[in-house]
């Protein structure tokens, strides 16, 4: 229960700023599982990973991109410049694992 109180407060103090600047795109890092596993995003946008589960993860990339560190609380942000498709999984449990798809910006 602390660790969900802590993901909300990170999530309301990113609430506070610019009203008018975007806001990223949330996943929520819990136990054993991405929620959602799959995101459509667009090419630009910035998606935000919460943790809100009770054991530590991570967010690793297979395309050698950013990613996040080994936490238990917390949060992580990555931008995705280009469209496609960036697979990740948590290196700790191997059956967690989620996407990101990115469409390409209107000509």
């Known amino acids: 229960m602390e660790k969900l109180k802590r993901a909300l407060l990170v999530v309301l103090a990113a609430a506070c700023g610019d009203p008018n600047a975007p806001q990223p795109e949330m996943i929520q890092v819990s136990d054993n599982v991405f929620l959602p596993g799959t995101y459509n995003v667009a ?43 960036f697979d990740y999984i948590c290196t700790l449990h191997g059956g967690m694992r989620g996407s990101i798809i990115v469409a390409a910006a209107a000509p």
């Not at 630009?44 to 609380?73: C, E, K, N, Q, Y």
């Not at 917390?74 to 496609?84: E, K, V």
Request: net charge positive; aromatic share 14%.
């Open 43 to 85: 090419q630009g946008d910035t998606v935000w990973w919460v943790w809100a589960g009770r054991v530590s993860h991570d967010v690793r990339f297979g395309d050698g991109g950013p990613s996040s560190p080994v936490m238990l609380i917390g949060d992580f942000r990555r931008t995705f410049p280009t469209a496609g498709r």
